[in-house]
Every structure is written in structure tokens, then in C-alpha cells.
């Protein structure tokens, strides 16, 4: 599209007086700086990408560790390991029906617990 310029009462041409070139240059810019946003933001995905992958990673084995540490302290727990301990380490004895001791809870609930037994009874306390 031919737009004439009036200057000084003289006709220009616009295209022939350089703005075609000028317009064209403005357009070539914006296409490169166009371009190098999408390849950043492009590369930025990636990246992102990659840390998400690797996060996922890292939460998987901490699942693990902990599902193994769960595991560990219920096998350390065990009534069956702590009678083990004390009577290997401690050298403690089974006690006896005669040395059991009874224990009233607030709730009127008596308890009889013995290391030979692994369990805990409980009985009412009327």
C-alpha cells in the first residue's frame, strides 16, 4: 500500500523513501526476539521438567526409607524382642504368678501383665 507523505509541500513516496526498509527491519526484530522468548520458555519447561522428575524421584526413596523404618521400629518393639534383650542382656528372669503385680486404673480396670506371656489380660475390676 503506496501512502504519499507531504513534506514541505513536496510528494513522497513512503516506500520509496525508506519506511518499507525500516518496517521490514522493525518486523525481522520482533520475529527474533519472538523466537528467542519461545526457545527460553521452551528450555525452561525442560528444565522444569527434569526437576520434577527428579523430585519424584527423591520422594519415592524417602517413601521407601521410611515404609523400612516403620518396619524397624515395630520389629524393635515387639514384646517378643524386648523379653529377648532383657533376658540375654540384662539377664533378667520370668517372673513368677506370685510376683505379678496388680494395678487398678481409674477406670476400675485391673491389669496382669508376665514377661512368659507376651500379653497383656485385662480384667474388670468388680
Known amino acids: ?20 526498509r525500516r518496517l521490514l527491519w522493525a518486523q525481522a526484530a520482533l520475529v527474533v526476539v519472538l523466537l ?6 521452551r528450555n525452561q519447561i525442560i528444565h522444569l521438567g ?10 519415592e526413596e524417602a517413601l ?11 520389629s524393635l518393639s515387639a ?6 534383650v532383657a533376658m540375654r ?3 533378667m528372669k520370668s517372673g513368677q504368678p506370685q510376683e505379678r503385680i496388680y494395678m487398678t486404673t481409674p477406670v476400675g ?18
Open 109 to 126: 480396670v485391673v491389669a496382669s501383665v508376665s514377661l512368659d506371656t507376651e500379653v497383656a489380660r485385662m480384667a474388670d475390676a468388680r
Open 36 to 41: 528467542i522468548v519461545a526457545t527460553w520458555q
Open 1 to 20: 500500500m503506496n501512502t504519499l507523505i507531504y513534506r514541505q509541500n513536496e510528494k513522497v513516496d513512503w516506500i520509496a523513501g525508506g519506511g518499507a
Open 64 to 74: 521407601q526409607i521410611h515404609r523400612w523404618l516403620q518396619v524397624e521400629a515395630e
Open 50 to 59: 527434569y526437576e520434577t522428575e527428579q523430585m519424584a524421584r527423591s520422594q
Open 89 to 91: 542382656q540384662l539377664q
Open 79 to 84: 514384646v517378643k524382642r524386648i523379653e529377648q
